[in-house]
């Protein structure tokens, strides 16, 4: 038994142009505009000031801080607390903490 070659002819659309791929023809891709990245400009001063945690300290504030807002959380709390505005600290953290008996 001899095994016979299919045809690689190209086939063609009923309009007459080239064969486009999948059932029915397939539509054009239209890329939509990505936004572009926007940097931010270097503020003069900044220093960076780092420090060790556990996993669950780190949960800790995550949580605390809600989704993508950690960092910004701990230099508020920070900064509040080395200023000594207690109001601010208390208002980050979300009213004073429940007495314990």
Do not use: Q, Y
């Amino acid at each position: 038994m001899t095994k016979t070659k299919k045809s690689t002819e190209t086939k063609l659309a009923k309009s007459g142009g080239p064969a486009t791929g999948g059932v029915g023809g397939s539509t054009p891709t239209v890329e939509k505009p990505t936004p572009a990245f926007e940097r931010r400009t270097p503020e003069e001063g900044l220093v960076v000031f780092a420090f060790r945690l556990t996993e669950a300290e780190r949960e800790l504030i995550h949580k605390a801080a809600g989704g993508g807002k950690a960092s910004r959380f701990v230099r508020a709390v920070a900064v509040a607390a080395a200023r000594g505005d207690e109001d601010a600290v208390l208002k980050l953290l979300g009213g004073p903490a429940p007495a314990i008996r």
